[in-house]
Structures are given as structure tokens and as C-alpha cells.
């Protein structure tokens, strides 16, 4: 939600800024924007509505020259996305520049002070009344004015500023919003995550709420808002591969990151399964007292999006084969609960980013109150990481589109690790231990297999786009994978509109809907309720509904009621969501594709929501 990047050092900070800026576009893409400090100590900022490339152009004939800049692409809160209101934001003089994530709640009232005071502003945005109120307060010292305006700041922030009264220097500050300073040779980096630095430094510190950065070309000094005392940080070596970040061949990071599955599958299971002892190997929760974990007797998943959904499937897997009652809440609903919590209850935080504002803040909540707390994360570093006592990493690699693919399988196998790795501290079998993990092993050719059905599901795509509806439905472990073939589909191919829902729900409401112009998706493996869910699908046709089923190779019956048919491999009824989730993602790309959607950036997301 909203990159940030800085830079200072030898270069001409424009072609870093906008490269960084690329990288980051996943966070938003609204409409972007640059400020660059020259050597004569001019500031030239350029700001463009749209995408990176927009502000690329615009950039090629103005100047931009000098060695210290940040930049900003924007996902927008408060104002319309417009040039006047894309950052960097400045005060009346124009001689402060600031980009900043997240969001100043009691900006109105700054703002009408400011403007009682001659403050003459320029945008809608919350973001404009720090520099107005540095402007104000300035008296020599960029950080210490920082410091001074952040105290009278209510709301989340990660900020960079300059000044050309004050240069030399680039000041951050971060609160509930994500910034790294990454460390390079005569030059030094800032960054909403530490893939904008990738190719530049793999050096990075962490900034941690309430702490300010006063980065020079050769240093970077870290004080505490609150009393200016100096922070020791240490500086973390990150693994940042640039070729994880390019399409490879694809025409998008959507399409790359499906294919990319049964190799995250591999990547996320390597060296974690013990076939013969029918156990699994989780460095992560090595760190813990083992008995803790052992005396857990309630789990609490909590996640956004895509990752709920996987929540969901863990939900089933935890209940069934580790015998520990579960309950998956929103991020944003589990913060304002009054949940009943004490030290026998593990939270487990499932993120993609491991920044999602809503999923952190209900995990302190969980912490404050006694919680174990567990993070199943993907970017390594991130703020969840962080904050949790242990957690496992999905080892995913980046992922670029927006919309959540192959994060979300690597979600589900892990939670599938974490069900034996739990189960066979209690009633699981050496036998069932096995079997799960021989199942898991073959996924990646199961995988592999389902992906060979893409051209099928390209003409699919074809054949139904001209529908405006759909219904995806589901039971038991696939109930969560029909809401998020439904969602995905909403997310990607927005012209339509997809509900997702439990099979025997669907007679308590949606089938009103039903008729020859809304379609229904049928998650239907062959598994324990493959027989309910066919009483389902003879609901759907006798209202002349039409069908497309997902289901598993050989039960050719289903060719006598579904109007469409996606085989998928057998396999375990627990690791089914693995098989079906692939198709649907394809569905939802290459229906977005129909339409000509950008489907890796689809209209008015982010993939890293840091905001409530
Ligand atoms: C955003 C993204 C989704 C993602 C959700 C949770 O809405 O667009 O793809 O599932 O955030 O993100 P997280 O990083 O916490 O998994």
C-alpha cells in the first residue's frame, strides 16, 4: 500500500528511484512521483498520474539530475488518485519534499491550523501537513523538526524527507507502516521492502516503530522519536535474487507465478519432511520451549484475503489429523473482538507480506494477552516475522502480482507440515505421518499435471466471459477454494461479479439467482462428500443452471450433468485444495485476459495493504 524509496549516495538518484519504484508498483499504482536534490541544491520534482512508466516518460524531459531523491507510487486514501495529489508532497516554499505510507488521522484538524496560519495547500491528501508543518517549525535541523511534528501525529507513517535547507541528508520515520534502510558503499538506500534494492545491496536494517534515520551518503543514524536517545541497529544480510523479479518468458507475473507452483511446492517442503519417522522438520519452531507448543489445546488463525482462505483449509487439516479445535479470524474484525485468550492459545498470523496493517494489529492484541503467537510468512524480515515468538517460512519467492497465487498453495502445504508436525506430538500415527508426507511429495508432478490443462481452461475462459455472474461452490476442504475461485475471479476479471459458497448453503438463498445466464464452479474431488456435492449440482441443473465441475481424473459420470469438465490428479482428500486451486486461478487470469485486463496490477488494489 504505497511504496516508498530513497536514495543518496554517487548516483544520479533518478535512475535508482525509478527502477525501485518498478519494483514496487505491486504496493500501488495509482499515480507515482519523484523529488531530487541537485548539486547546486535545487529541488525538481516530477509527479504523474498512472503507472510507473507514465511518470518514466514525463521524467525524460525535465531535469532530474543529483545524487539524493525519494519517490512514491501511491495507492490513494485520502484524495482522488491525480498528479496533485501523488506525492512527494511539499510545503509552501518548496523547499521540503515528503513521501509517506499510511495514514494521518488527525490530519483535518493540522490542517485547518495550518491554514489559519497563511499555509497555502495544494492537495487533498493527509500526507501534505508534514511538510507544512515542518515548514512551520523548521529551525535548522531536519530530524529534529521531524521529530518534533511526529509528536503531534496521530495515525501510521513510514516517511522519508528532504530539504534543501537541511541537505545532505535524507530523514525517515516509521510507525505501523513498513520502511527498510538498505546500506551500500558510498551510498546508502530507503525502501518501503527490501526487494527495491534488489541488484544495489543485500544490506538492510529494519526500522522499528517509534524510530527516526538520519541517512547521509556514508552513515545512517537511527534515534528514538520519543527522546532522541541513538538506537543500536543491526544491519541484516537479505537473500535478494534480481532474477526472481523479471517475467521469465511470461507476458505476466500472474501466469509466471501458477507455473511456478510445483516448484514452490519443492521449495517449501524441502528438507522439512522425514518420510521414514513420518515427521516433519520445522526450524522455526525449533526456537520454542516444545512442551508450550505441545500444551496448546486452541489455535487462532488470523490473516486477510487470500490468506484467510487458506486459514480456512488449515482449519480443516489442524481439526482432522492434529485433533486441536480452530477458529480463522479476519484481521480486521479479530482486532475490535474481545477474544477469549490465555497461554495455552497459539495465534497464528498467515501473511504473504507479513505486513498487512490488520492481520499485525491483531496480533499484538493476541500477543498483549498472553498468546503463544506464530507467524506463516513469505517475505523474510517483514514486520510479522518480526513480531511473532517462532514461525515458518513459506520460502515462495517473490511474488509480484497483486493478486495471491503461489503464496497461497505454499500457505496451505505449510499448514499441511504444520498439521503432522503438531499431529504427531499427539494422536497422529507413524502410519498417517507417512502417508500425508508421501501424498505431499507428489504434488509437485500432481501439480504439474493439473497446469497441462491450461489451453482447456483458456477456452473456457473464452466460452463463458460473456457472463456477468457466477457461483463457485464448494465443501469441507474445497468450501475455502470455491470462495477463493470466486474471489480471485472478482479480483482479476472485475467486469464479473463471483460468489463463493458452502454446497449446502447454496439452497439458503443463492439458487434464487439461478438460471441459464448464471453459471455455478463445482469443486467436486472425488472425496467423503463428493456425494452431497452431486446432489447440489442436480439442484443447480434443474433450473437450468449451467455447470462447470473441477474434479478428479476418472469419474467420467460427471460428464452427464456438468456442461464443462477440469480433470485434476487424485490425491489425499486433505492436499485436494493444492489440485483444485490451480484451475481456478488460471480461470480468473485468463478471463481478466479476455477483457484485456493488466492482471497482474487488476483496477484499485495493492497487494500490501499497511493501512486499516
Ligand atoms: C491484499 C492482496 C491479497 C492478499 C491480502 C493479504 O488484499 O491483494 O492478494 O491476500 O492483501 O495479504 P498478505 O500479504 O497478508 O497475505
Known sequence: MCGIAGYIGKRQASEFLLDALKKLEYRGYDSSGMAVL????TLNCVRSIGRINALEEKLKGMKSNGSIGIAHTRWATHGYPSEANAHPHSDCSGNIFVVHNGIIENYKILKEDLIKNGHKFQSNTDTEVIAHLIEERFKGSLEQTLADVLKCIEGAYALAVISKNDPGKIVVAKKSSPLVICIGKNENFIASDSSAVAGYTDKVIYLDDGELGIVTKDDCKIVSIANNNKVHKECCSVDLDVSEIRKNGYEHFLLKEIFEIPEVVKNSTRGRMILDQGLVKLGGLEVLDQDKLRNINRIIIIACGTASLAGFVGEYMLEEYAGIPVE???????????????SKTAVIAISQSGETADTIASLLEAKRKGALTLGIVNTVGSTISRET?????????????????????????????????????RDMSLVMGKRIIEEIDKLPCLIEETLKNHEQIKSLAAKYSKYKNFLFLGRKYNYPIAREGALKLKEIAYHIHAEGYAGGEMKHGPIAMIDENFPSVFVVPNDSVYEKMWSNMEEIKARRGKIIAITTKGNKNIEDIADDVIYIPKTLEMLTPVLTTTPLHLFAAYMGMEFGFDIDKPRNLAKSVTVE
Open 38 to 41: 541537485s548539486e547546486e541544491n
Open 389 to 425: 515468538e517462532a514461525g515458518v517460512y513459506n520460502h515462495a519467492g517473490p511474488e509480484l502480482s497483486v493478486a495471491s497465487t503461489k503464496a497461497f498453495v505454499s500457505q496451505i502445504i505449510v499448514l499441511a507440515l504444520f498439521t503432522i508436525y503438531l499431529g504427531r506430538t
Open 328 to 342: 480463522v479470524e479476519l484481521g480486521s474484525e479479530f482486532r475490535y473482538r474481545k477474544p477469549i485468550i490465555d
